[in-house]
């Protein structure tokens, strides 16, 4: 791993659960870690209801739109996490993977998308905790 880590978030439409773990990754570690998020099949747009969320917790996520998985962005990434993108994440010996399993926030209303946001928020934590130790 270089001096300042380097994380990227895989869902399938890098619409909701990716981009809102990457607005908090980048929220809480500032440029400590370098920030990815990418998805198998990227929608057109970001969740409307994920970017309310997340402008309730303080974050703006309107400026990132969705952007398609590469080979490229795996291999830059020291931890790849995955959020439901299953057998499309490409796979790279050496490369640190972990598989967050987080609910859809796709059709889904802002009280579970609020619940969401607050899981990935506690699992970012962890990880910042463990990359940047002291």
């Given at each position: 791993m270089s001096d300042?880590?380097?994380?990227?978030?895989v869902c399938v439409h890098n619409a909701g659960r990716s981009q809102m773990a990457a607005g908090w990754l980048t929220h809480l570690a500032?440029?400590?870690?370098?920030?990815?998020?990418?998805?198998?099949?990227?929608?057109?747009?970001?969740?409307?209801?994920?970017?309310?969320?997340?402008?309730?917790?303080?974050?703006d996520i309107t400026d990132q739109k969705p952007k398609v998985l590469t080979p490229e962005a795996v291999q830059?990434?020291?931890i790849v996490i995955t959020m439901g993108c299953g057998d499309a994440c490409p796979f790279f010996p050496g490369k640190r993977y972990e598989d967050w399993k987080l609910e859809d926030p796709a059709g889904q209303g802002i009280e579970a998308v609020r619940a969401i946001r607050d899981e990935i928020?506690?699992?970012?934590?962890?990880?910042?905790?463990?990359?940047l130790p002291g």
């Open positions: 300042t880590p380097s994380v990227l978030f500032g440029n400590r870690i370098e920030v990815r998020s990418a998805g198998s099949a990227p929608a057109e747009t970001i969740n409307p209801v994920a970017v309310a969320a997340m402008a309730e917790a303080g974050i830059a990434s020291d928020r506690t699992r970012i934590e962890k990880l910042i905790a463990e990359l």
